[in-house]
C-alpha cells in the first residue's frame, strides 16, 4: 500500500468534505439521514455529545446504513474516523449500538466486512470499533444478545461469527502484518479486550494464536514498547485461565521469557500482570518445576525487596513466594527428573545413574501414555546436542534394565532404529552408551545387569 495511505490517521481524514447532499440526491441516503449528518458532522465534541445523548441510536443507523451501503473508500474512511472519535470521546457510547430500536440492524456486519478490504486505515478502525462493541453486548440469561432470533427477516450477524471472524483477522496480523508497525500494537490492544470471552480465547488457541504472541514477550524501553509488552502480557495472564492455552504456553519460550522480562522491569503494572500469571500456571503441569529450576524464588525475593506502591502487587508476590516454597517441598526426583527431559536439557545429574532413583520411578514412566519416555525417543531423533543424546540413550538404557516390560515397550516404540543410527556418531559418549542401549535391548533385563558404563 502506499506510505501516505498507510499512515493516514483520523486527523486527516475528518478533515475532509463529503458531499452528503449528492449522496442523498442519488438515494444512496435518505433525506432524514442528510439532517442528521448536517447537525453532526464538524461539530464540537460539546455539541456532538449532546446530539448523542438525546438521540444516539440514530446516529449509529445513519453510520451503518452508510457503510453499508455506499462504497467510496473516501466517505467509508470519514465514517470509520468519526465512530472512533465517538467511542474515543466516551468508550459507554458501544452499548448505543446495543440499543433495542437497533434490533433489526445487523450492526456488525459492515466492520466484520471491511477487516478484509480497503486501507489500513479501514481496517485498523474496523478492527477496533468491532471489538469495542461486540465487547458492550448485554448478556441475556447467559446468552448474548445479537445474533438471536428477531422479528426481522433480515441474517443478523451472530456475535459468535463476529469474535472467530476477528481472531482469525487478527492472528493474520500477527504472522504477516498488514502494516509494518502498526498491525502487531493494534492487533493485541483488541484481544487484550477480547481474551476477556471463552469464546475468542478457544478460537484463539484454535488458532495457533499462542505462539503468536510469546515472540512479543521480551524487555521493552520505549513508552510505545511498553504499552505493547503490558498488553501481551495481559493476554498472557488471561490465556493463563484456560486449560488449552496453558497446554501451549507450556510448550513454548513463555516462561523464560515472562523472568527475563520481571527481572528487568521497573513499570509495576507490567510486573504486577506477570507475578499473578505466574501464580495460575504454578500448580499447572509441570511449571511448578520450571519456575524452581529458572530460579523464580530468588527472582520474588528480589523484587520483594523494591520499593512496590501496588498493594496487589505486594500481596501477589507473597502468594507466589508461598506457592513455590510448598511446590519445592512436593517437587519429587521424577518431577525434576520429567522437568529435565521435556525442556531437552539432559546432562549428568546423579538421578540418571542412581539405581534407586529407577527402582523407586519407573512406574512413573507409565504416566500419560509413557510421555517422558516419547519425549527422551524424541530427543534421539532431533537434539544436536551430544551430551544430551548420550544421557538419552543411557536412560533408554536403564528403562529396558528396571522395567519388567522394558524391551518390548522400547521395541514397539521404534527405539532401535533411532539408537543404532548413534553407534556411528562422531563423540565417543554417544557411541558409548548407543551400544549399552542396544545391548540390554537384544540382551533383556536378566542378562544385561552386568553390563554398567
Known amino acids: 500500500m502506499p506510505t501516505d495511505q498507510a499512515e493516514l490517521n483520523s486527523e486527516q481524514v475528518l478533515r475532509r468534505d463529503i458531499p452528503w447532499e449528492t449522496y442523498m440526491t442519488t438515494k444512496l441516503i435518505t433525506g432524514t439521514s442528510l439532517q442528521l449528518l448536517r447537525r453532526y458532522d464538524k461539530k464540537s465534541e460539546l455539541d456532538r455529545a449532546q446530539l448523542l445523548e438525546n438521540d444516539g441510536p440514530s446516529y449509529i443507523h445513519v453510520f451503518i446504513s452508510i457503510l453499508r451501503d455506499i462504497q467510496k473508500e473516501d466517505t467509508v474512511e470519514y465514517v470509520l474516523a468519526l465512530i472512533d472519535d465517538m467511542l474515543t470521546a466516551n468508550p459507554k457510547r458501544s452499548k448505543l449500538f446495543h440499543d433495542k430500536t437497533l434490533a433489526d440492524e445487523d450492526i456488525y456486519e459492515p466492520f466484520l466486512r471491511l477487516l478484509w478490504k480497503g486501507s489500513w486505515f479501514i481496517q485498523e478502525k474496523s478492527s477496533k470499533i468491532l471489538t469495542s462493541v461486540v465487547s458492550a453486548r448485554p448478556k441475556q440469561n447467559g446468552l448474548n444478545a445479537n445474533g ?10 451472530a456475535s459468535d461469527d463476529v469474535l472467530k471472524g476477528l481472531v482469525e483477522w487478527l492472528c493474520i496480523q500477527l504472522k504477516k502484518p498488514s502494516h509494518p508497525t502498526r498491525s502487531i500494537p493494534a492487533s493485541v490492544n483488541c484481544l487484550a479486550t477480547l481474551l476477556k470471552e471463552p469464546v475468542v480465547r478457544s478460537s484463539f488457541v ?138 531437552g536439557h539432559l546432562d549428568w545429574s546423579p538421578m540418571h545413574k542412581d539405581p534407586h532413583f529407577w527402582r523407586d520411578n519407573i512406574t512413573n514412566f507409565e504416566e500419560n501414555d509413557f510421555q517422558t519416555l516419547r519425549v527422551l525417543l524424541t530427543i534421539l531423533e532431533t537434539s544436536g546436542d551430544p551430551r544430551a543424546l548420550a544421557v538419552a540413550c543411557y536412560d533408554l538404557s536403564q528403562f529396558i534394565q528396571y522395567h519388567p516390560a522394558g524391551r518390548v515397550i522400547v521395541t514397539d516404540l521404534k527405539a532401535k532404529e533411532r539408537v543404532m543410527k548413534l553407534m556411528n556418531h562422531e563423540n565417543a559418549e554417544v557411541t558409548k552408551n548407543a551400544l549399552l542401549c542396544i545391548q540390554r535391548l537384544f540382551l533383556g533385563a536378566k542378562y544385561a545387569s552386568f553390563l554398567q558404563v
Open 206 to 343: 484454535q488458532a495457533d494464536g499462542v505462539k503468536l504472541l510469546v515472540p512479543l514477550i521480551s524487555p521493552a524501553s520505549t513508552q510505545q514498547s511498553i504499552q505493547l509488552l503490558y498488553e501481551t502480557c495481559l493476554c498472557v495472564w488471561l490465556l493463563s485461565y484456560y486449560e488449552p492455552a496453558i497446554e501451549y504456553l507450556a510448550t513454548s519460550r513463555a516462561l523464560p521469557r515472562l523472568l527475563e522480562v520481571v527481572k528487568g522491569s521497573t513499570k509495576e503494572k507490567v510486573v504486577r500482570l506477570i507475578v499473578l500469571t505466574f501464580k495460575n500456571l504454578l500448580s499447572k503441569g509441570s511449571f511448578g518445576a520450571q519456575m524452581v529450576d529458572l530460579g523464580l524464588p530468588q527472582i520474588v525475593q528480589s523484587l520483594k525487596a523494591q520499593a512496590w506502591s501496588d498493594e496487589d502487587l505486594l500481596e501477589a508476590l507473597n502468594n507466589l513466594e508461598e506457592g513455590l516454597k510448598d511446590n519445592i517441598k512436593k517437587l519429587s526426583s521424577f518431577d525434576k527428573y520429567k522437568q529435565e527431559v521435556l525442556l
Open 148 to 157: 438471536k432470533a428477531t422479528d426481522s427477516k433480515k441474517k443478523i450477524t
